[in-house]
């Protein structure tokens, strides 16, 4: 582990937001997490290096991360490149000690540390560090109280998790793009999200070819591949309960042919409902005269408290829009809106050419994102 120690540094107090002259109030920003997409991350970035970097002649280029610790007596510590890092992860599948953990293996992103490295209460903090062809930059130089290490983690796992899937908020937060993906059913799902749901992205923004490059995406989803998700449902009791019926209809999905794509929407619509309203009975001792949009509204409740953080992998808040607006959307006959949803499903409404192969594997899908909210 590269290390350096100066035994006296200047005491950072943060960066000015205004321009001031003596005797001038001026805000300081003395706390931040951000992004090499924001201007601002270059001005402070390239002081921070001059100071640490610059001083042990340290060329820029040859750095993918590093951290500074400024002690109480102003004595500095420099990590460069090296040192262990790790990361804190909620995994979709069983791992084991040692094994090659993959970017598809992660359901979400909650913490990051440093196992290596003593961090006191005390010390001001800067971490710059590369993930894929993009910084992050946290720093905390505020210590009128001891610094929250714990709390330093998730933000640094915060600012990791975004520059990791990067692709996944940019494209919630394009509110055109993504109200088109959630119109045909779309959604980052925990499964799709570390390949599949950049693909898709990518052909909903480019209009080139999108039909052929949605069903490669679809292609993907055989037999080994659903049954890799399944086999995580049956481990939750909720699921293992109606195991012959949810079977019944991802074996109909996996059979194919038009007919294997009606009976798994017919079949999982309902079952999707039906783990929903044992989860609010199990939670809260109702099960009569319980609307839909409590059910809904009490699963992604859970989600987020699973989730520990608003803008989690998980998604609890786009998925209850999701929910709302695709699987649960209400018809009307009389106007002729009768897109597929479990309502216009189980009322006998739904348009025949709607039962498509993409719309089974979404309902699927569907139950693998409420397998990792319960």
Known sequence: MAHMHMEKTEDLGGFALQHGRQGDTIDVLVKASMTCDEPEFYHYVDQ????????HGIPTNAVFQFLVLVHKDLGADLYLNDFQVEVEIRIKGEVKKGELVRQDNIADIHRLRFPEIKIAETDKVIYCFKVGWKFGLYFDLARPENLDIGKMGLAIGRLYRHLSFQYVYSTLQTEALFDEMLNDGWFPFVEIMAREYKDLSDAYQQKFDLEN??????????????ESMTARWWRKDIFNEKRPLIEAGVNAYLDGGSGGCINCIKNLLTEVEGILRNVYLKDTAKGSKVKTRDLLQHLTEKGAQKAKSDDSLLLPTPFLKYL????????????????LSRHSASH??????DYTRARALQVILVLDQISFYI
């Open 48 to 55: 921070i290096s001059n100071m640490f970097l610059g001083k």
């Open 213 to 226: 490059r949605v069903q490669k995406v679809i292609d993907r989803f055989d037999k080994a591949r659903v």
């Open 324 to 339: 709302t607006e695709v699987m649960f959307r209400d018809f009307d006959v009389e106007a002729g809106k009768l897109d």
């Open 348 to 353: 006998g409404v739904a348009r025949p050419e």
